[in-house]
T-cell receptor, first 120, second 109 residues
């Protein structure tokens, strides 16, 4: 069965970086785009960007350009989201999401989410 | 890239219908038929309810339906049930980007 398993929750200091992993199983990793979405506590969903695991091509929401880096390692079917220069308002649940629609976000499977808490 | 606009809340009694609007612009909803709706219960990941404006994924109740007119999309939940109480988010494709709606909390009275 399809699964996206994300790395565990963490607490980071303001100004630090965090790298969240998303390990895929149960399907051909390179066949589906991975998008990243975050949700601050009590707030709405915010789209961050996508990566094509086959080519490594990425696209970021304007807000996150130069600040977020999406990568993948096809040998271990894992996608990564690295967020730099963390601020307190980056405290959020971060989700990876699979879509069969390429750059169009139509999510059939979500990761379980990774809670990142940024402390000052 | 502004968020799509949804009403903060909507409510209805069991068995009634509720409709949630999602307003965008001619650059997103008005141009693309890639509007999706997600349901999110507290502490859970979102669940896809509608995609491509009107399509339902396998397993989603036919009580959920979607539509679009101009720059506004809508989700209708018919025959409200207690388990429909949740947050609902619309999303739209917009030239390699995705915009989410501000979210609507649906309460079953």
């Amino acid at each position: 069965q399809v699964q996206l398993v994300q790395s565990g929750a963490g607490v980071k200091k303001a100004g630090a970086s965090v790298k969240v992993s998303c390990k895929a199983s149960g399907y051909t990793f390179t066949g589906y785009y991975i998008h990243w979405v975050r949700q601050a506590p009590g707030q709405g969903l915010e789209w961050m960007g996508w990566i094509n695991p086959n080519s490594g091509v990425t696209h970021y929401a304007q807000k996150f350009q130069g600040w977020v880096t999406l990568t993948r390692d096809t040998s271990i079917s894992t996608a990564y989201m690295e967020l730099n220069r963390l601020r307190s308002d980056d405290t959020a649940m971060y989700y990876c999401a699979r879509t069969s629609y390429g750059p169009v976000l139509v999510v059939d499977y979500w990761g379980q989410g990774t809670l990142i808490t940024v402390s000052s | 890239q502004s968020a799509l606009t949804q009403p903060p809340s909507a409510s209805g009694s069991p068995g009634q219908s509720v409709t949630i609007s999602c307003t965008g612009t001619s650059s997103d909803i008005g141009t693309y038929n890639y509007v999706s709706w997600y349901q999110q219960h507290p502490g859970k990941a979102p669940k896809l309810m509608i995609y491509e404006v009107t399509k339902r994924p396998s397993g989603v109740s036919d009580r959920f339906s979607g539509s679009k007119s101009g720059n506004t999309a809508s989700l209708t939940v018919s025959g409200l049930q207690a388990e429909d109480e949740a947050d609902y988010y619309c999303s739209s494709y917009a030239a390699s980007n995705t915009l989410f709606g501000t979210g609507t909390k649906v309460t079953v009275l």
